[in-house]
């Protein structure tokens, strides 16, 4: 089967609102070319000791920033591609690249650009084709498969959830509720912290099996669930701990059903969530009882982290 690859060069400061019209649009799994990554990739290195770099993430630093991702030739993916050019002048882009590929062309050539990565001290994710050898021996390997549009684990909102589930997750108080959770990437990083029973829940029902596929491979069967489902329909599941890797809009629609899933003195993690947008987002989330506890930052993104009180029976 052909496909059309599309190859949109913007500046830099219209790169993540490129991505969120995209996402909005329902395309996924993207390549995305930033000299900013190559940045961040000298600070991590001064912080880890590396065993190896690969030479090409050298070639990061005068590269111009880009997002390439691949659109069914059908009569759906033109119509869509007419979508897509059209929010391509609003941005507005600095050029458009269009050419069709062949189905073994492509499908695995994202996986080029995915290498192990250390999240926080202690969470390394690696993709399942690669090898890594632990540097010291209070590392947790997350191992992944995440096919191409549900998450490699690297992008700041779900660094920020790691690093809270982190700091939040206490004895006594181990039941985590990951919504929306994709690849499963939350979910196994909360069980190797120290989560006695974890529940994934996810709409896209390719993202269940995805998911379910990598918590078998982890070896985290025996803690973590993995359903098709919606929060606001149905679940009967009380958690200590939710974490919600969303967007600003989610985030603020579901903040009310969250609480009705979180246990009393229980902590809420939301993220996906621009900076320009943490205050819209936190005052949603303390009109639904919450106390905001903190709101870290890492880059264009944040995280609120927020807590039940303490009343009420377990």
């Known amino acids: 089967m052909n496909y059309t690859q599309v190859k949109i060069f913007v500046e830099a ?14 395309i996924g799994g993207f390549v995305v070319e930033d000299p900013k990554d190559f ?19 050298y ?31 609003c941005v507005p882009a600095e050029k458009v690249e269009i050419c069709s590929v062949c189905d073994d062309d492509w ?21 399942s084709w690669e090898e890594y050898k632990p540097t010291s021996g209070e590392e947790l390997i ?19 959830c790691i690093r809270a589930i982190e700091k939040y997750l206490s004895e006594g108080k181990t039941k985590i509720l990951d919504v929306g959770c994709g690849s499963g990437i939350l979910a ?3 069980a190797l912290l120290g989560a006695s029973q974890v529940l994934g829940i996810e709409i896209d029902p390719d993202a269940v099996r995805v998911a379910r596929e990598n918590v078998e491979r ?37 903040s009310a059903d969250v609480e009705k899933h979180l246990l009393p003195g229980g902590v809420y993690i939301s993220s996906g969530i621009l900076i320009e947008k943490k205050e819209q987002v936190a005052e949603a989330v303390r009109s639904c009882g919450f106390t905001v506890l903190e709101i ?8 609120i982290v927020a807590k039940k009180a303490e009343t009420g029976g377990r």
């Open 218 to 254: 982890n070896g985290l069967s025996d803690r973590i669930s993995v359903t098709e489902g919606d929060l606001t329909k149905g679940l009967d599941w009380k958690a200590d701990l939710i974490v919600a890797n969303l967007m600003a809009d989610l985030v603020i629609m579901l």
């Open 107 to 127: 499908k695995d050539k994202w996986k080029e650009y995915f290498k192990p990565s250390k999240i926080t001290e202690r969470i390394v994710v690696k993709p």
């Open 296 to 303: 870290p930052e890492e880059g264009e993104w944040c995280a």
């Open 142 to 160: 997350i191992e992944i498969d995440p096919g191409m549009a549900f998450g490699t684990g690297t992008h700041p909102t779900t660094v920020l």
């Open 188 to 190: 196994m990083a909360g």
């Open 39 to 57: 940045q961040d990739f000298l600070k991590k290195k001064k912080g880890y000791e590396w065993d190896y770099v690969d030479e090409s993430l």
């Open 13 to 26: 400061d219209k790169l993540e609102p490129l991505i969120l019209r995209l996402e909005d649009m329902g």
């Open 59 to 89: 070639e990061l630093e005068n590269v111009p920033c880009s997002v390439t991702f691949y659109l069914e030739d059908s009569v759906e993916g033109v119509e869509l591609l007419d979508k897509v050019t059209y929010e391509a002048e």
